[in-house]
């Protein structure tokens, strides 16, 4: 059996290496210069889905005004086929819902609605990831931020190793973190977010 001493020994170093583990995803965390506009980020990216979402939407111009201060959840293709293959399977929860089926499908919805849908990405100001801060504090809790959507709220949390932003709808994870587009941020997720329900 280990003595009580040896187990507070450890508990310590247990604690450093995850003092020593912020740290370091802290340093890596910081914004990197990658485009003049969040438009540019995208066509950057190669986020086609997502670029023919904004155009059918009539939000290019928005997307090109390098003094927006947002930040965007960039959905990747992969992102988008597995939100149209959830289509053809029962939710699980009505907040899983998928919707539009198709590239095609997609592009063909009402601009208003596929407006709604893409505003429901973007968040007012900059949500730097970086654990700690004040959009993904330590200690696993949620924080509410509203969307551009009518101020519509998505839930950030840091489960670490993860940033994840939850949709009141379909929830994501952030894998390429903090890519700078003009005053404005974007994050690439794994899933396409969004909000519920999905008219
Ligand atoms: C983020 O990824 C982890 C690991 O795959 C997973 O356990 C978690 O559920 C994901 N979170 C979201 C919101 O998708």
Not at 19 to 35: C, H, I, M
Not at 109 to 126: I, T
Not at 182 to 192: A, T, Y
Request: net charge positive.
């Amino acid at each position: 059996m280990l003595s009580r001493k040896w187990l507070a020994a450890l508990a310590l170093l247990a604690l450093c290496a995850v003092a020593a583990g912020r740290e370091l995803q802290a340093k890596k965390n910081t914004v990197t210069p990658y485009a003049a506009n969040l438009y540019e980020a995208v066509t950057k990216a190669q986020l086609f889905t997502l670029k023919a979402a904004i155009d059918a939407a009539g939000l290019t111009v928005a997307f090109q005004n390098p003094n927006l201060g947002v930040t965007l959840f960039a959905p990747t293709e992969a992102a988008w086929q597995r939100f149209y293959r959830d289509c053809a399977k029962p939710p699980k929860k009505a907040a899983d819902v998928a919707k539009y089926c198709s590239f095609d499908k997609l592009k063909a919805a009402k601009k208003s609605e596929l407006q709604q849908f893409v505003q429901y990405m973007v968040l007012y100001g900059s949500a730097t990831v970086q654990a700690g801060n004040d959009w993904w504090p330590i200690g696993r809790q949620f924080v509410k931020k509203p969307s551009l959507f009518d101020k519509n709220i998505m839930r950030l949390r840091y489960l670490a190793p993860y940033y994840e932003a939850h949709g009141t709808g379909r929830d994501s994870n952030v894998t390429i973190p903090n890519l700078g587009a003009g005053k404005s941020l974007m994050h690439i997720v794994d899933n396409v977010i969004t909000y519920s329900p999905l008219g």
